[in-house]
């Protein structure tokens, strides 16, 4: 167990549990309960108007009945969110409001996905519709086609569902950026984690650097070099066939070096190590060190 007092393993350690943290707080964000009513136009336009100017030559009819205008209003009712909505969720009905000068000539359902949803649109008033209390699961979507005489263009659609604080209205244009809201949020997310990651890197390599070193050494007492230094110092001493392995003395040993460069001459003059002098592998981590510490004093 010896490895878990070292200091890089330590330091591996706690960056594993932040990006531990940070993947469960992602991945409840992406699974946390959410309830999303969204409304898509897919139409709001004139099949007919009549020009001002030419309105008192020309007539149109509508079911015996003159009109200005006649538009085809299609909306798609779509359940985006990951939780169902009940019949018991609705506070009040979802309705549908035209202008005021305006009125319904015509509500159908044109199509639901699945099959068998049936949310009897009825007209209310002349310029409003209402929506019949149904359970619409995560996906469930139907299209409603509404024939408006005299509107001007707007519409609006209403409802209060527990969980829901507004109902979600997009057009055609709209939808076709805000239907990707879920993959964009799933890539902000993955890039977040990405960042994350390569934080955790560079926090890495910073905490390893020579001056961060030397700070933990000054203040918070953590000295790679002496870690390793003791622990070849403590497989010499250990009675353990595997602890007290040659190659684990001499592995620790280079790992001590490699932080300190001062510890070469302190392991030559150590006598716990004196037995090792007859090791090649010990004399080529002593020669590797020392040249680098020349090197390193002796500027070209």
């Not at 943290?21 to 946390?32: C, G, H, N, P, S």
């Not at 309830?35 to 099949?47: D, E, G, H, K, T």
Request: glycine fraction near 4%; charge should be negative.
């Amino acid at each position: 167990m010896k490895i878990l007092k070292d200091p890089v393993w330590q330091f591996i350690g706690v960056v594993v549990a932040v990006i531990a943290l940070i993947a469960t707080v992602i991945i409840y964000l992406i699974d946390r309960p959410v309830r999303r009513l969204q409304v898509q136009i897919l139409s709001n336009s004139p099949l007919i108007s009549v020009n001002t100017d030419i309105s008192s030559q020309i007539q149109i009819l509508y079911k015996d009945k003159p009109v200005q205008t006649l538009s085809l209003i299609l909306l798609r009712f779509e359940n985006v969110g990951n939780e169902p909505i009940t019949e018991a969720d609705y506070s009040e009905p979802i309705r549908i409001l035209l202008s005021p000068k305006s009125e319904v000539g015509e509500v159908t359902i044109q199509e639901t996905r699945p099959a068998g949803i049936d949310l009897d649109p009825r007209v209310i008033t002349a310029n409003q519709i209402e929506i019949a209390k149904v359970l619409l699961n995560p996906g469930d979507q139907a299209v409603i086609k509404v024939l408006a005489l005299n509107n001007d263009g707007t519409l609006d659609v209403e409802a209060r569902i527990a969980g829901i604080s507004n109902v979600e209205i997009l057009s055609a244009l709209e939808g076709s950026a805000e239907g990707n809201d879920s993959a964009s949020t799933k890539n902000l997310i993955a890039m977040l984690s990405l960042g994350s990651i390569l934080v955790a890197l560079i926090a890495g390599f910073i905490w390893n650097s020579t001056r961060v070193i030397e700070w933990r050494k000054s203040y918070l007492g953590l000295d790679p070099a002496r870690h390793y230094y003791t622990l070849a110092q403590e497989t010499v001493l250990s009675k353990d066939k595997y602890t007290g392995n040659i190659s684990n003395t001499i592995n620790y040993l280079g790992k001590a070096f490699s932080w300190d460069r001062s510890y070469v001459q302190r392991a030559q003059k150590d006598p716990l190590f004196s037995h090792l002098q007859e090791y090649e592998n010990f004399r080529a981590i002593i020669d590797k060190y020392k040249q680098n510490e020349s090197e390193s004093n002796n500027p070209p």
